[in-house]
């Protein structure tokens, strides 16, 4: 799903396997694995995505770039 934010263009989450893609507006896509639903709801939901991002979901969350 695309949003509005100065530094994320996408949020995506596979509810099965807990796992959020987040496309950065510089096209890098991660993926943060063990991810809970309700934290994707509420990222979707922030005012401030990239705000969000930093304190709640980066360093909090194994992760992966996924190459292209």
Do not use: C, W
């Not at 995506?12 to 959020?20: H, M, Q, V």
């Amino acid at each position: 799903m695309q949003v509005e934010s100065e530094a994320i263009r996408e949020i995506n989450y596979d509810a099965e396997r807990a796992k959020l893609f987040v496309t950065f507006n510089d096209g890098d896509l991660y993926v943060y694995v063990g991810v809970p639903g309700e934290v994707h709801r509420s990222f979707l939901d922030a005012d401030s995505k990239g705000r969000f991002f930093a304190y709640e979901i980066r360093d909090q969350y194994p992760y992966n770039k996924v190459d292209g």
